[in-house]
């Protein structure tokens, strides 16, 4: 544990406890258009949107605006979001009464917590644990329920394992438990089908945010809101190219583990990108998603002699670019899907050393679990939600976000949270 810039606290840690299983990727956006009546899989019409929902057409457009534009780290019309993606900036953008940040402290020191007020019982459930990922995560997810006059009662579980028959004992357990909603991140991909199977035989709204699954989970799930991996992939290698300017030029590829979901979906879509622009890959490697991994992967560069102009990582970078630094070298231009708010601290001690790079960036998604409650409270309610959702991802220089660096927030937490500094702090004391 160190105190970094911005009077923060960095505690490195894991990306994920386990690796993730490579499962088959998404291949189409289905953006939609959310209804007043209905559900999502084909049943019969319900009734029209309660009056006490909140949705984007109910906040201040400015609010809904602003949060949407820190989540995704850029300017993008609400009109232009899903209507449920814009539906869960308009609950994000709304601050908790005193009433309510309080019951959060309380429900985040606890493995479930009662809400004094409406029917539903959401669960959260994570494949992984002890993280700041997870962490984060989890106070994300739980403060957009408690936002829910609708939401009664929230229940946790996670898996200190990270095994595929833990995770499935306890979304069979929240089954059991008869709970209205589960969001879930399909770490495993499809290995959670069964589970996923089970909660739609009883009656139970199974969400996923955040991680892909394969094309056969779509008549098992509710809704699907995963990470668009080949987008970022894609714009990541064109900004980089753009940036790099004529010329031939080579990269390297890093993710956590072999055989994971993620690179599996983002790599070969920014390598195409680059081919067509005649870059060369030089290298490619795996760090665990540790900050040993990443160090041993940037000494190794460093030492190979390589020059590569660019390289593509799954997750912070920050410890790849401090032996850069240190060693009085320029990094190579880079892109994470995952920056920690300490990328700022690197940027500036690279700008100290005299060393100029160009860094790239999108969100950090911890905030996709606020898009798994609200489609799960809006299905169950009767709106119309589609099966298949894809929020926007700009990816962006880090440069041009410097108004997220959040005096007091924690080093390892990932940019951005719709979290204050104090609530970030909490999700990662209360794990």
């Given at each position: 544990?160190?105190?970094?810039?911005?009077?923060?606290?960095?505690?490195?840690?894991?990306?994920?406890?386990?690796?993730?299983?490579?499962?088959?990727v998404f291949a189409t956006i289905l953006?939609?258009?959310?209804?007043?009546?209905?559900?999502?899989?084909?049943?019969?019409?319900?009734?029209?949107?309660?009056?006490?929902?909140?949705?984007?057409?109910?906040?201040?457009?400015?609010?809904?605006?602003?949060?949407?534009?820190?989540?995704?780290?850029?300017?993008?019309?609400?009109?232009?979001?899903?209507?449920?993606?814009?539906?869960?900036?308009?609950?994000?953008?709304?601050?908790?009464?005193?009433?309510?940040?309080?019951?959060?402290?309380?429900?985040?020191?606890?493995?479930?917590?009662?809400?004094?007020?409406?029917?539903?019982?959401?669960?959260?459930?994570?494949?992984f644990t002890n993280n700041p990922v997870?962490?984060?995560?989890?106070?994300?997810?739980?403060?957009?329920?408690?936002?829910?006059?609708?939401?009664?009662?929230?229940?946790?579980?996670?898996?200190?394992?990270?095994?595929?028959?833990?995770?499935?004992?306890?979304?069979?357990?929240?089954?059991?438990?008869?709970?209205?909603?589960?969001?879930?991140?399909?770490?495993?991909?499809?290995?959670?089908?069964?589970?996923?199977?089970?909660?739609?035989?009883?009656?139970?709204?199974?969400?996923?945010?955040?991680?892909?699954?394969?094309?056969?989970?779509?008549?098992?799930?509710?809704?699907?809101?995963?990470?668009?991996?080949?987008?970022?992939?894609?714009?990541?290698?064109?900004?980089?190219?753009?940036?790099?300017?004529?010329?031939?030029?080579?990269?390297?590829?890093?993710?956590?583990?072999?055989?994971?979901?993620?690179?599996?979906?983002?790599?070969?879509?920014?390598?195409?990108?680059?081919?067509?622009?005649?870059?060369?890959?030089?290298?490619?490697?795996?760090?665990?998603?540790?900050?040993?991994?990443?160090?041993?992967?940037?000494?190794?560069?460093?030492?190979?002699?390589?020059?590569?102009?660019?390289?593509?990582?799954?997750?912070?970078?920050?410890?790849?670019?401090?032996?850069?630094?240190?060693?009085?070298?320029?990094?190579?231009?880079?892109?994470?899907?995952?920056a920690n708010y300490s990328a700022f601290?690197?940027?500036?001690?690279?700008?100290?050393?005299?060393?100029?790079?160009?860094?790239?960036?999108?969100?950090?998604?911890?905030?996709?679990?606020?898009?798994?409650?609200?489609?799960?409270?809006?299905?169950?309610?009767?709106?119309?939600?589609?099966?298949?959702?894809?929020?926007?991802?700009?990816?962006?220089?880090?440069?041009?976000?410097?108004?997220?660096?959040?005096?007091?927030?924690?080093?390892?937490?990932?940019?951005?949270?719709?979290?204050?500094?104090?609530?970030?702090?909490?999700?990662?004391?209360?794990?």
């Amino acid at each position: 544990m160190k105190t970094t810039g911005a009077g923060r606290t960095e505690v490195r840690r894991n990306r994920f406890s386990m690796p993730i299983v490579a499962g088959a990727v998404f291949a189409t956006i289905l953006t939609g258009c959310s209804t007043t009546a209905g559900t999502n899989t084909g049943g019969t019409a319900s009734h029209g949107v309660p009056s006490d929902l909140i949705t984007a057409s109910s906040v201040d457009s400015k609010e809904v605006a602003a949060t949407a534009k820190k989540a995704l780290l850029a300017d993008v019309p609400v009109s232009e979001l899903p209507p449920v993606v814009a539906d869960a900036f308009a609950v994000a953008s709304k601050p908790l009464t005193d009433a309510q940040l309080q019951l959060l402290k309380t429900c985040l020191s606890q493995r479930s917590c009662d809400t004094g007020q409406g029917t539903l019982t959401v669960a959260i459930n994570a494949d992984f644990t002890n993280n700041p990922v997870w962490s984060t995560r989890r106070a994300e997810a739980t403060a957009q329920a408690l936002a829910y006059p609708q939401v009664k009662r929230i229940i946790f579980t996670s898996s200190s394992s990270g095994n595929i028959a833990e995770v499935l004992a306890n979304l069979r357990s929240l089954i059991a438990q008869k709970v209205d909603i589960i969001v879930e991140d399909p770490v495993f991909g499809g290995a959670i089908l069964p589970a996923a199977r089970e909660a739609k035989a009883a009656g139970i709204t199974f969400v996923t945010a955040n991680s892909p699954l394969p094309p056969e989970a779509a008549e098992m799930v509710a809704a699907q809101l995963p990470y668009d991996l080949c987008g970022i992939g894609t714009s990541a290698a064109k900004k980089i190219v753009a940036d790099a300017g004529t010329g031939s030029k080579s990269y390297a590829f890093y993710t956590g583990v072999p055989g994971n979901a993620n690179a599996a979906e983002w790599q070969p879509c920014a390598e195409k990108e680059l081919t067509a622009a005649g870059w060369k890959q030089a290298v490619s490697g795996f760090t665990q998603w540790t900050g040993q991994g990443e160090t041993q992967a940037a000494n190794e560069l460093l030492a190979s002699g390589k020059d590569v102009s660019a390289m593509f990582y799954d997750y912070s970078a920050d410890a790849f670019l401090r032996p850069y630094i240190s060693a009085g070298k320029t990094p190579p231009a880079s892109f994470v899907d995952t920056a920690n708010y300490s990328a700022f601290d690197v940027a500036n001690d690279a700008k100290k050393a005299g060393l100029s790079t160009a860094n790239y960036v999108s969100n950090g998604h911890v905030w996709y679990a606020r898009m798994g409650v609200t489609a799960g409270v809006e299905i169950k309610l009767g709106v119309i939600v589609p099966n298949k959702v894809l929020a926007p991802v700009p990816v962006v220089a880090l440069a041009d976000i410097l108004d997220q660096n959040v005096a007091g927030m924690p080093s390892n937490v990932p940019l951005p949270t719709l979290l204050s500094p104090e609530l970030a702090k909490l999700a990662l004391s209360a794990g």
